[in-house]
């Protein structure tokens, strides 16, 4: 009986001591994996590195490719791998970045302050310079529909409003040249601007209505990595584009206009990315993606049904998940990349150069859906009417370079 207890106590000695073990092992696992995965942990900042350092890689080739445009004098010809061919302006000089010299991928130039462009190949027979053909109803202009008659793409239909103009564009140019360039990136805030409040670190926040200059004084950039130039009235934005490249002899510069919208998202298309559904490469409200770089989060209570504007960009990376209003600054994720071309089916709206005068004032377009988009305008051919006078916190601009002729 004596030794039965004995071995009855040592049994249970024994199990406690079992449990004990294995909750030591679950909270030593628990650490582990948030060592591992955690915001700061092992396989996050491995990650973060690689990042860092292919970002750095590149950096060094684009300040290579941007002296060699410094001595670029004159346009020259490009034939790539597949003997296709384009026009580099004088001032320019094609990408030294793996990946992004290959026409039919996106041709990347870069000028002699690193601002990049991709090569729009207008052949005029699989890809020709036209606006797409949108249906025109008078009925409410909050009602977005496919439009199954011109290839589903997406439009808001604006009542009585069919007196559309877009005067942009240089169609001789494309003729002449075969293609035009787009601006890789959304428009970036220069880095000399005082029109943006600074907080702690890499902290912005623009606004183009309290300015201490007035914003037509700056130059916007195309440049991975910079805050995003939104706020600024249409008016304003199609003076400053224009100013990008005033000095140039080889190309002219402008706000993006419909028929360039138009053809680039054809173009897209015609190379298998979804325009009329682009989740897998837009910034929505409604989707998840990784990213890293300077980002914003916007409050999600709203004000008048919009969310509540954040106050500056912070420097990280994570996830960005579903429901939740993230900007991003230019360029920081790959996944919203489509033939080298950032952010064309949403980050932030972006407007173009067409207009209706309607009784209370100026329609602009805005193509392409933004980060506070859901379902409904997440598509890279969305076109939708809105009044700016002063901008809007949702809404950018994008840059096209025409070769004078």
């Known amino acids: 009986m004596l030794k039965l207890e004995k071995n009855e106590e040592e049994k249970g000695i024994t199990l406690i001591a079992l449990v004990i073990t294995i909750i030591v092992l679950l909270i030593l696992a628990g650490v582990s994996i948030a060592m591992l995965t955690g915001q700061n942990g092992i396989l996050t900042q491995t990650q973060r590195a690689k990042v860092e350092t292919e970002n750095a890689e590149e950096d060094e080739l684009r300040k290579l490719t941007a002296l060699e445009a410094a001595t670029n004098l004159e346009n020259t010809i490009y034939t790539d791998e597949n003997n296709q061919t384009a026009t580099i302006p004088a001032g320019f000089a094609v990408s030294k970045v793996e990946g992004e010299n290959i026409i039919k991928d996106g041709l990347v130039i870069i000028d002699k302050n690193g601002n990049e462009f991709v090569w729009i190949p207008v052949d005029g027979i699989n890809l020709k310079y036209e606006k797409h053909t949108y249906q025109n109803s008078e009925i409410d202009d909050t009602d977005t529909v496919?439009?199954?008659?011109?290839?589903?793409?997406?439009?808001?239909?604006?009542?009585?409003?069919?007196?559309?103009?877009?005067?942009?564009?240089?169609?001789?140019?494309?003729?002449?040249?075969?293609?035009?360039?787009?601006?890789?990136?959304?428009?970036?805030?220069?880095?000399?601007?005082?029109?943006?409040?600074?907080?702690?670190?890499?902290?912005?926040?623009?606004?183009?209505?309290?300015?201490?200059?007035?914003?037509?004084?700056?130059?916007?950039?195309?440049?991975?990595?910079?805050?995003?130039?939104?706020?600024?009235?249409?008016?304003?934005?199609?003076?400053?584009?224009?100013?990008?490249?005033?000095?140039?002899?080889?190309?002219?510069?402008?706000?993006?206009?419909?028929?360039?919208?138009?053809?680039?998202?054809?173009?897209?298309?015609?190379?298998?990315?979804?325009?009329?559904?682009?989740?897998?490469?837009?910034?929505?409200?409604?989707?998840?993606?990784?990213?890293?770089?300077?980002?914003?989060?916007?409050?999600?209570?709203?004000?008048?049904?919009?969310?509540?504007?954040?106050?500056?960009?912070?420097?990280?990376?994570?996830?960005?998940?579903?429901?939740?209003?993230?900007?991003?600054?230019?360029?920081?994720?790959?996944?919203?990349?489509?033939?080298?071309?950032?952010?064309?089916?949403?980050?932030?709206?972006?407007?173009?150069?067409?207009?209706?005068?309607?009784?209370?004032?100026?329609?602009?377009?805005?193509?392409?859906g933004g980060f506070n988009s859901s379902d409904l305008h997440a598509g890279a051919c969305l076109r939708l009417g809105n009044i700016t006078p002063m901008g809007d916190f949702a809404l950018s601009y994008r840059i096209v370079l025409y070769i004078n002729t």
């Open 146 to 368: 496919t439009d199954t008659e011109n290839g589903n793409w997406i439009t808001q239909r604006y009542r009585k409003y069919t007196n559309w103009k877009d005067d942009g564009g240089n169609s001789e140019s494309v003729i002449e040249y075969g293609g035009f360039y787009v601006a890789r990136y959304e428009a970036g805030v220069p880095e000399d601007a005082d029109f943006y409040a600074s907080n702690e670190g890499d902290a912005y926040y623009t606004r183009d209505t309290t300015p201490s200059k007035n914003v037509t004084t700056y130059i916007p950039v195309s440049k991975r990595g910079e805050p995003v130039w939104n706020y600024i009235s249409y008016e304003n934005a199609k003076k400053v584009s224009n100013k990008m490249y005033e000095d140039s002899t080889s190309v002219t510069s402008s706000l993006i206009d419909g028929r360039a919208w138009d053809t680039i998202t054809q173009w897209l298309d015609n190379s298998g990315y979804n325009v009329t559904n682009s989740r897998e490469w837009g910034n929505y409200y409604s989707v998840s993606f990784n990213f890293y770089g300077l980002y914003a989060i916007h409050g999600q209570e709203t004000e008048g049904g919009r969310p509540i504007i954040a106050q500056n960009y912070n420097k990280g990376n994570g996830i960005k998940a579903e429901e939740v209003y993230l900007e991003t600054a230019t360029g920081v994720t790959e996944r919203n990349k489509a033939n080298n071309i950032y952010d064309f089916a949403g980050n932030f709206f972006e407007m173009s150069t067409e207009t209706a005068e309607v009784e209370n004032g100026v329609y602009v377009a805005q193509r392409g």
